[in-house]
């Protein structure tokens, strides 16, 4: 007869998780109370409710005629690139009539050459079955 095992408890039961809640809360209240010191050491103060930190400094906006002057530079810089890519770019180049004419050529000839090749294979199949 083999032996009976021991019945077990479940692993987590109420109590268990009793005191696990009970030491996380402990240290929840000892970490706010290292963030409060780190605070009050650096001289911040808690942010209050409902209201973003702001920025700083007030952000700064430019004139329109000094917007107007920066697009006009940015588009001298632009059209002075594009003109330096124009010069060093490398022409195409462009297929003759005559060299498209022999690729034509060829390419008919590899074509009937494959399908005699095809062709001879089939007849000889033909002649194996008959």
Known sequence: MAPKPMPRKPLLDATVLQAALQGLEQQRTEVEKRIATVR???GARKPEAGVA???GKPKRTR???ARKR???AQRKRW???KAAQKESAP???RLSAEGRRNII???KKRWAAFRAKKAGKEAKATAKKA
Do not use: N, Q, V
């Open 105 to 107: 050529e060829a390419t």
């Open 40 to 42: 009050a050491l650096l």
């Open 79 to 81: 059209a002075a690139l």
């Open 91 to 93: 022409k195409k180049r």
């Open 53 to 55: 930190p702001s920025g």
């Open 63 to 65: 004139s329109a005629a």
């Open 70 to 72: 920066m697009a006009a």
